[in-house]
């Protein structure tokens, strides 16, 4: 697998195509509330700080749409890679908001998010598209028998032509969650299917730990930019495209 830089340098850009600055940051704890334990995944952290925190980066999210920023850079790169009414698994999709875009491009758009709140606000906002409540350390996402299935389900694995994770998703992750999160990915991907993740240095997620916890996912690194609007790679943001081995 191609190898990643060593060390990034931390930075707060969060790519092209998405606010400079993440609604959803968990670290930004407050002094009154219990820290974060080193296995504990961050966006649960941060809402058993503050139980309203789901509900504000919803609204927050919506502000910001609403306002005309331009939150979908990561959703127009998804379309252009994908086969005209692909399936797509959008995969940590919070309040589904990739969905905009998507949707109306003609994909089959399936989210999985582990707030059942955010999911709440997808459903409502895009009630087009699937929307699960699903850790993706645990993802197991099958074909729907009537209007949604379960994993409790016996259908068939859902397998994906992309599947994307952006946001930072996976730097929310317990470090014990990301490499079988990276598994459950690879093992929903269609063969000839690719994952593409992003997200930023310095929150914990150093990209050589990626790097390997997806090649011992059986992920091959593909290709490696720094934004999702495709700029050279650099040290403060990774946007990664990953294929089956």
């Not at 340098?9 to 195509?17: I, K, N, R």
């Not at 490499?179 to 929903?188: G, Q, T, V």
């Not at 730990?209 to 040290?235: H, I, M, N, T």
Request: aromatic share 6%; with cysteine; hydrophobic share 45%.
């Amino acid at each position: 697998m191609p190898s990643l830089p060593l060390q990034p340098t931390p930075s707060s850009d969060s790519g092209a195509g998405a606010p400079s600055s993440d609604p959803a940051d968990p670290t930004a704890a407050s002094d009154r509330t219990p820290s974060i334990g080193p296995d504990e995944n961050l966006w649960h952290a941060a809402v058993r700080r503050d139980p309203g925190h789901a509900r504000r980066y919803a609204e927050r999210w919506r502000r910001i749409a609403a306002q005309g920023t331009d939150i979908l850079g990561e959703a127009r790169l998804i379309d252009a890679m994908a086969p005209r009414h692909a399936r797509i698994l959008d995969a940590g999709c919070g309040t589904g908001r990739l969905a905009a875009h998507l949707l109306p491009a003609g994909h089959a758009l399936v989210g999985v998010d582990l707030d059942p709140e955010l999911i709440a606000v997808a459903r409502e906002d895009h009630p087009q598209a699937r929307w699960e409540v699903q850790n993706l350390a645990e993802l197991d996402l099958r074909e729907a028998r009537g209007d949604r299935a379960t994993p409790s389900d016996a259908g068939e694995r859902l397998v994906f032509d992309l599947e994307v994770s952006a946001g930072n998703v996976l730097a929310f992750l317990s470090a014990a969650e990301r490499r079988p999160a990276l598994e459950r990915l690879a093992a929903h991907l269609a063969p000839e299917g690719r994952l593409v993740v992003g997200f930023g240095a310095g929150r914990g997620y150093a990209f050589e730990d990626f790097a390997a916890d997806a090649e011992a996912a059986g992920l091959v690194l593909q290709q490696r930019f720094s934004s999702w609007d495709l700029r050279p790679a650099a040290d403060d943001f990774l946007v990664a495209i990953l294929a089956r081995a």
